[in-house]
């Protein structure tokens, strides 16, 4: 799985300090959208490969996390380029639409 799991320190480390280009999903295993969207993001994250970071947030193990990125509703998707939050969606939304997202985010068309 090309997927990756974060907590506070590999999130600080990885996306805001590293300032990787990424995408993260924030998530709840009791979550049905989130086990909806989990399998879309896996596939993405393979289609995507070497282009940008995929990640998932347990917002149970990590709440701090969430509350410092004011997450209200899950599943809620970040995107962030040089440590800074660019765009998000929140809900399970369609595997196509979220590779527009995806496309618009790292400028390609």
Known sequence: MAV???D???FNSKIIEG???AIVDFYA???????ILGPIFDSLSNEFKGKLGFYKIDIDKE???AA???IMS???VLFFKNGEKVDSFTGSIPKDKIASFIKKNIGEN
Do not use: A, S, Y
Not at 29 to 35: E, T, V, Y
């Open 8 to 10: 506070g320190n590999t």
């Open 68 to 70: 410092q990125h004011n």
């Open 74 to 76: 899950i599943p809620t």
């Open 4 to 6: 990756e799991l974060l």
């Open 63 to 65: 709440n701090n996390l």
């Open 29 to 35: 295993d009791w979550c049905g959208p989130c086990k």
């Open 19 to 21: 300032k990787e280009t």
